[in-house]
């Protein structure tokens, strides 16, 4: 197969043939998809890429993953899943800003909604994605699912390709990863203590420090 796109990686692209395929009726809720050495094949990519395109769509809850068994598609509702790709595009300085705002504007909603409804166990299982690396653009897709709106959790699960990109370019400031853990850490005590104005305040904070550190990434590279 061709990938001709040059806007987006290998591993988006295969997400994407896959998700074509589960909307076409190729593969329906439920069904196994090929091993990962199949899927290197057909593909002609390395392990690596593969682990990716399967670890985006996870994300995106279009499938599960089960240890030792392989991965199988999630329940979705075809009549709306969204294409990955539509929010995929050149990491240029507007396209990021621009989501920016739209999290601006949601997420600190979702923040506080969340709040809500979270129970005991999200709590616990947020918690301890803090033990994990790369650990932020999963928290925000998890607390979006404590919301248990599938519109928002749509929202946050179709913009996990831009905002993993941005978050491998503020990681890479000094100082940025320890200042995020810290500000995830209050922000998932908020959301235990069922506090929605302070998670949302929290979740506001949070999306304001990182927009300024790629807007000063960006600053610095221009100049």
Not at 49 to 69: D, H
Not at 88 to 99: D, G, I, R
Request: charged letters at 25%; hydrophobic letters at 40%; one cysteine or more.
């Amino acid at each position: 197969m061709s990938f001709a796109d040059g806007r987006a990686v290998l591993s988006e692209q295969i997400a994407q043939k896959i998700i074509d395929e589960i909307k076409a009726g190729v593969l329906s809720p439920g069904d196994k998809l090929p091993s990962e050495k199949q899927l290197i094949e057909k593909y002609q990519v390395s392990r690596i890429t593969v682990r990716e395109a399967l670890r985006t769509l996870k994300v995106m809850n279009i499938i599960n993953i089960k240890q030792g068994k392989g991965a199988f598609v999630s329940s979705v509702d075809i009549s709306l899943l969204i294409d990955h790709m539509d929010f995929v595009s050149l990491l240029e300085k507007t396209t990021v800003l621009n989501l920016f705002e739209a999290r601006r504007i949601l997420e600190p909603e979702i923040a506080a909604l969340a709040a809500q409804r979270i129970t005991e166990q999200e709590i616990e299982d947020l918690r301890a994605l803090l033990t994990q690396d790369n650990f932020d653009v999963i928290l925000h897709q998890k607390i979006a699912e404590c919301t248990k709106n599938p519109v928002l959790i749509r929202f946050v699960a179709s913009i996990w390709t831009l905002s993993d990109m941005s978050r491998r370019r503020t990681s890479k400031i000094p100082g940025v990863k320890q200042k995020t853990y810290k500000m995830h850490e209050q922000l998932i005590e908020a959301l235990a203590s069922h506090d929605a104005a302070l998670a949302k305040k929290l979740m506001c904070e949070h999306l304001e420090y990182i927009e300024g550190c790629y807007q000063t990434l960006v600053d610095t590279t221009d100049s």
